[in-house]
């Protein structure tokens, strides 16, 4: 049987969510909502797609995962709301608005006792994996530092313009771009503790962060550097770096990945591995599978570690 799906929010990564659903064999999608209705109609027209006028309406088609792609401040109590319902969640990241919301959240999934998953795309890439593999097998050596650095000539960044996306109560690369490379190292080496950090904020007080650097460490001692800036003169940016005595590996604009040794230039590796997607995971979670996902509880702790940062 598929696995079905029903969607709050189609915006631009709801949309990319719905071409995914719609292109994987065991999946399908028994309704879409979202309160902007001239968006909701163009999309349900585009993809043929059943589209529910209300909450209620959509919850009542009784889907066996529902996404919330809305903005961070409406995820706890949509996610209280369908866990009322008995439904399975997949969630946008970050968990929630703040932690207070991400505790509602998890205790909300708890005391349903539903399943729970998140959208970390980069969980499932080739280039991660193989990163993981690498890491595994101890390739790099001793692993002596792990660095973030994230650039951006705008923010928002020029696709993504909406009324939040910039604002100081939800928005900011803190919010949007962090939890990725957090949850990333969380998987990776585990627990890690912020020991300082100084963000900068512009003096229009309804605007996101401008800058961050931070110092951590894992529970294993090994220091963690990120820094990331925007409204600069160069190109957009990002490298999730790892660094080995032998090798450093290091993640750019999300699925490039580039190996170095010693005396030598980085180099571009193509990964020939194709790793479980997000939506083999959410159909083999419901079939009784070993599955990949990220759960509440582990969103819970990234979101943390972000409330940190944008102290």
Known sequence: MKTTFALIGTGI???????????????????IFDENKIRLKEISTKYKL???????ELLQTKPNWVYIGTP???????????????????????????????????????????????????MYSPAIQSLKKEITSASLGDIVKIELHTY???????????PWIASREQGGFIREIFPHYLQLMYHLFGNFTISSHYTTYPENEDLCETGVSAIAKTESGIPIVLNSLSGIGQEEL??????????????????????????QEAVQVVPDNQPQSLLDACH???????SLVVSFEEGLKVQRWIDELLK
């Not at 969630?91 to 909300?108: I, N, Q, R, Y």
């Not at 083999?284 to 070993?290: C, Q």
């Open 13 to 31: 990564v709801g949309e990319r969510i719905i071409n995914q659903i719609l292109a994987h064999p065991n999946c399908e999608i028994v309704s």
């Open 50 to 56: 059943p589209m529910a006028e209300s909450l209620n």
């Open 72 to 122: 961070p401040v409406s995820h706890a109590p949509l996610a209280e709301l369908i866990a009322e319902q008995g439904l399975n969640i997949l969630s946008e990241k970050p968990l929630a608005h703040d932690t207070d919301d991400g505790c509602k959240m998890v205790k909300a999934s708890e005391e349903a006792n539903i399943k729970t998953s998140m959208h970390f795309p980069l």
């Open 152 to 162: 951006f000539p705008h923010w928002p960044r020029k696709w993504q313009q909406n």
């Open 238 to 263: 990002l490298e999730f770096k790892v660094m080995g005595t032998k090798k450093v590996m290091t993640i750019r604009n999300w699925s490039e990945l580039w190996v170095s040794e010693k005396d």
């Open 284 to 290: 083999g979670l419901l079939n009784g599978r070993e």
